[in-house]
């Protein structure tokens, strides 16, 4: 391994095709705080902002800061901050450093570093990625979980949050206290009408601080709605190596995604925002149509591709893309039962975003674990699965692809593979859904669907009164436990017309 890692002094040395900041670093002002700093920021916001402060909008620096570990301060701390975005689609390779990380704060360090450097005069906007899960809410309803362990904490000790929420509201209050403007806070993460929730999760928490203070919120913040798209998987070691050598020096915080990258945002900002449009985001009145399309047509199909696909035995989704049963019943699946759930204007052409899509997942130079995207499907498949499925209930629609969903998730959470191999399931309620399966296998799969449909934190109060349902997961896990999920999948409809 080079003992040479990339920072300021490195730049001059980067091979010409490497793309680099241009300008000076020294000289930018600190903008935004991202709560969440894992690798879609750097490869999404991140990547958007470096373009506009490239342009000359030097206000826009960001801090950085992550609410659990140090690990990606300690990649990029030694680094000044920079690492490399690399786009990467089959046999072309696009290299760029991003300069627009000033500094990473760790929450659990010191708390009230972080809160302080919320409270900036200069910061404007708080932008997240921090996963489905750091909002604490409860997926089917979307309101605020206050028995959530991070709540109770935050509740207690306002002055050493380890929530976002908790962070939030408690630089709110120092800004509001000092006589500051409050700031914009933008969800960037994947969940239904992002903004909105926020939103409501952010004025439940300050009303269990000060109803005062919760009003101050209100009226000094927006949470504009966000669609963000870009596939950024899981840096691994070998990419890192990879890296190195295009380079010639060590990156520890690279990121490998593909070229494809969308952001739709909701024009709502309080006190200014860099020109993202400028370097191809949109900016748009409503959100909702394209967040619906993205959310249940691009993450309602990896979660397919992602339970199926592992059960199965495959890493990656170009792995189970290349399985042509799993390629047809993805395109199924889209095709006749998510599109028509969808009032798609227009003006969209779906079977170009659908054929795009295919294409996308069958990007063999990335590799995106399935196991990465079967993680928490407790918070992901409510949005991801479950509009599609009301919509088709309602309409006596096809349910077979999403029934076959539900059933490969259920399998999955049993912790027990096809082969009898142990799966490490991640999720925050892991050991409830483990729990129902425990419990209920014995007594046969129609009780054991009876119990998982009646788990409200996913399915809410509505799903398990569905017969059809019931028994059309029932006979998907007979069949599951008789021939295996390969097999299975091969019985769904293979006229789906083909798309690529
Ligand atoms: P990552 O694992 O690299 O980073 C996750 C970040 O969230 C870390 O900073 C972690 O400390 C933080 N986090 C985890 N649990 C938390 C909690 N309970 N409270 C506060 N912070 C918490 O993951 P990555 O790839 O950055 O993705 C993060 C989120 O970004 C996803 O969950 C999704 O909502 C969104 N996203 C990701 C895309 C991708 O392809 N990776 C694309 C589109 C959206
Ligand atoms: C994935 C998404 O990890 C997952 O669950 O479905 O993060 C996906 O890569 C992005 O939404 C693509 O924009």
Redesign the pocket.
């Known amino acids: 391994m080079n003992e040479q890692r990339l920072n300021q002094r490195a730049l001059d040395n980067l091979p010409n095709e490497v793309i680099k900041p241009a300008y000076n670093r020294a000289a930018i002002a600190t903008g935004i705080v991202h709560l ?6 750097r490869a999404h916001q991140a990547w958007f902002t470096e373009q506009r402060i490239a342009a000359g909008e030097h206000d826009w620096g960001i801090v950085g800061a ?4 140090g690990g ?1 301060r300690d990649q990029l701390a030694p680094q000044d901050g920079l690492y490399s975005v690399v786009e990467q689609s089959n046999g072309e390779t696009k290299v760029q450093v991003v300069g627009a990380v000033r500094d990473v704060l760790v929450g659990p360090e010191d708390p009230q570093q972080l809160l302080a450097a919320m409270a900036q005069e200069s910061v404007r906007i708080v932008s997240l ?6 909002y604490c809410h409860d997926p089917a309803s979307g309101n605020l979980n206050l028995q959530h362990p991070d709540i109770i904490h935050d509740l207690q000790n306002p002055q050493s949050p380890k ?2 929420l908790g962070y939030i509201v408690g630089a709110l209050a120092l800004r509001k206290a000092r006589g500051l403007p409050g700031f914009t806070v933008l969800s ?3 969940l239904p009408s992002n903004g909105k929730l926020l939103g409501r999760v952010l004025a439940q928490y300050a009303e269990q601080v000060d109803r005062e203070l919760a009003q101050w919120i209100a009226d000094n913040t927006t949470t504009p709605a966000t669609m ?5 998987p ?1 840096t691994t070691d070998a990419d890192r190596d990879a890296v190195e050598h295009r380079l010639g020096v060590r990156d520890e915080a690279a990121v490998i995604t593909e070229p494809f990258a969308q952001w739709v945002v909701e024009d709502n900002f309080l006190h200014g925002r860099p020109d993202w449009d400028k370097a191809g985001a949109m900016f748009v009145d409503d959100v909702e149509i394209y967040e619906l399309i993205k959310l249940r047509l691009l993450n309602g199909s990896h979660s397919l591709l992602a339970y199926s696909g592992y059960l199965a035995g495959c890493e990656t989704v170009a792995d189970v893309m290349a399985q042509p049963a799993f390629k047809k019943l993805v395109q199924y699946f889209m095709q006749q039962e998510v599109v028509p759930s969808i009032a798609v204007p227009p003006t969209f052409d779906i079977a170009a975003y659908q054929a795009q899509l295919i294409h996308r997942f069958e990007n063999r130079a990335l590799h995106h674990r399935t196991w990465q995207i079967a993680m928490d499907g407790s918070q992901k498949i409510p949005q991801r699965w479950l509009g599609t499925l009301r919509y088709q209930l309602k309409n006596s629609g096809p349910i077979e692809a999403i029934s076959f969903a539900l059933a490969n998730w259920l399998r999955y959470v049993s912790t027990v593979d096809e082969q009898g191999n142990s799966i490490e399931v991640s999720d925050p309620l892991a050991q409830k859904l483990k729990m129902i399966w425990d419990t209920h296998k014995p007594a046969g799969n129609a009780a054991l669907v009876t119990a998982f449909l009646g788990f409200a934190p996913v399915f809410g109060d509505d799903l398990q009164h569905s017969e059809r349902l019931q028994k059309s997961i029932t006979q998907w896990l007979e069949k599951l436990d008789a021939a295996g999920t390969l097999a299975c999948a091969q019985q769904i409809h293979p006229e789906a017309v083909t798309l690529t």
């Open positions: 969440g700093i894992g690798a879609f920021h992550s609410l659990r570990s990606v990625t921090i996963t489905e899960k750091g929530s976002a960037c993460d994947n963000v798209d870009r596939i950024v899981a």
